[in-house]
């Protein structure tokens, strides 16, 4: 049995060469013409062009296409920036159920250093299956205990990932929990408290020993290395507000003790899950956090809530202020469904003022900016990068299908492994049949 999980294992990690010529991306100068533009930040054009080149969108609008350039016909098609999926184990996690294909849970507690844009596999096979539906960039997110690693942002084209990388990294927390960890949690109350309690005071012991590492280091500057403790190193950029600090808080009392124990830290901290942040949106908003949540689709916290209060959750908290970002965090890696995330959160939150050009922000824009790569990614505008797609539709609707996809000003070729499987299988009739029958 071993051996072929083994087997397995190798197959999936094949290089993105082995799966064939169809999977190369082409690049050089393009012009997408006759397009609908929806450029999430200023606006739609009804009728336009886009242009690319050097891997950059330089026109937007009526400019003329380059001599030279490759027609690409939008044939009444709309052009959207490239939807930013904030929160997946994509890379990081091939076959859920074999172990040997996944990278996302280091050992340890405290494990800063280990960096997941140094795991992310370019060549999993969930790049192409993403990648196809629009969803051009992803945060991929370790897990396990108080300090996993930190997350890495990447664009889902690259044969390294440098290649891949698209700008961001942060450290993750998952703040300690203060109440019973599901419904299968047996534990007395004052065993719950005292696990609460011992969490907090690891906490506050390692941030102790990271400010002590920060005051140790600016006072030996210039004059040699610091002793190696990578994991301090590690949160040395976090403690001088370098980098984010990304903290999973999830119930109600934990954001709000979240948000007590930064409160004077200085650190640029971006809140995440938030399943119950409708709760206490305003505690959030006063406290002046970004949150990347979801997903969406997920059950109600609470046996007493109504059933659609997680479908609204990201809504609740865009009317309270909040610059909300969307993520799928979906176990079994449907990482394509961001779209239809979005869809639910409009359906379900424009009663309170979430519509359809919101949740488009919040798989664009809003994240890009969250993640402090809005110079680069998010929205439709010049000198950006190329990252964009073409649908003939509104990409919330399941029905609406992608015609072209660029990343970084290459065009992707719309195949995965899923497209590959339909074709094979769409026209079965005849059947199998021999030579001479």
Not at 86 to 105: F, Y
Not at 272 to 296: K, Q, Y
Not at 397 to 418: H, K
């Amino acid at each position: 049995m071993r051996s072929l999980l083994l087997t397995l294992a190798v197959l999936v990690a094949l290089p993105a060469s082995a799966q064939g010529a169809q999977y190369r991306a082409q690049t050089g100068t393009f012009a997408l013409t006759g397009c609908r533009i929806e450029t999430v930040t200023n606006g739609v054009i009804e009728r336009g062009t886009v242009v690319i080149e050097g891997g950059q969108i330089t026109a937007v609008g009526t400019a003329s296409a380059p001599a030279g350039a490759i027609a690409v016909p939008c044939a009444g098609g709309t052009v959207y920036p490239g939807m930013i999926d904030a929160g997946t184990r994509l890379g990081l996690v091939e076959v859920g159920s074999v172990e040997e294909t996944q990278d996302v849970d280091e050992v340890g507690d405290v494990t800063p250093q280990m960096r997941a844009l140094t795991a992310v596999n370019p060549s999993t096979i969930h790049v192409p299956i993403t990648r196809v539906s629009g969803v051009t960039t992803t945060l991929s997110v370790p897990e396990g205990a108080m300090m996993p690693g930190t997350a890495a942002l990447v664009n889902l084209h690259g044969y390294t990932p440098e290649q891949m990388a698209a700008g961001f990294e942060g450290v993750v927390l998952n703040f300690p929990l203060s109440g019973r960890r599901g419904r299968f949690d047996r534990r007395e109350q004052s065993a719950i408290d005292e696990a609460t309690k011992k969490a907090m005071e690891a906490l506050d012991e390692v941030w102790e020993q990271a400010l002590l590492y920060a005051r140790i280091d600016s006072a030996r500057a210039g004059r040699g290395a610091m002793p190696y403790q990578p994991e301090m190193a590690a949160l040395l950029p976090v403690v001088r507000g370098e980098q984010a600090l990304l903290v999973e808080a999830n119930a109600a009392a934990d954001i709000v003790k979240a948000i007590e124990w930064l409160d004077g830290k200085g650190v640029r901290a971006i809140l995440t899950g938030a399943a119950e942040g409708w709760r206490v949106a305003d505690r959030i908003a006063e406290a002046g956090l970004s949150v990347i949540t979801g997903p969406v689709t997920g059950l109600p916290t609470r046996a007493s809530d109504r059933y659609d209060r997680t479908y609204q959750n990201a809504a609740l908290m865009a009317q309270a202020g909040i610059r909300v970002a969307l993520r799928t965090d979906d176990r079994m890696q449907n990482y394509r469904n961001l779209p239809f995330h979005a869809g639910f959160a409009v359906a379900y939150g424009q009663e309170v003022g979430f519509d359809r050009q919101a949740a488009l922000e919040a798989i664009t824009i809003n994240p890009a900016r969250i993640l402090g790569v809005d110079d680069r990614l998010g929205s439709i505008e010049v000198g950006k990068s190329a990252t964009l797609f073409i649908a003939d539709g509104d990409p919330f609707e399941p029905a609406t299908s992608i015609t072209a996809v660029f990343i970084d000003g290459y065009q992707i070729p719309l195949v995965s492994r899923q497209t590959e499987l339909f074709d094979e299988y769409l026209r079965r009739d005849p059947g199998l049949s021999m030579d001479g029958e």
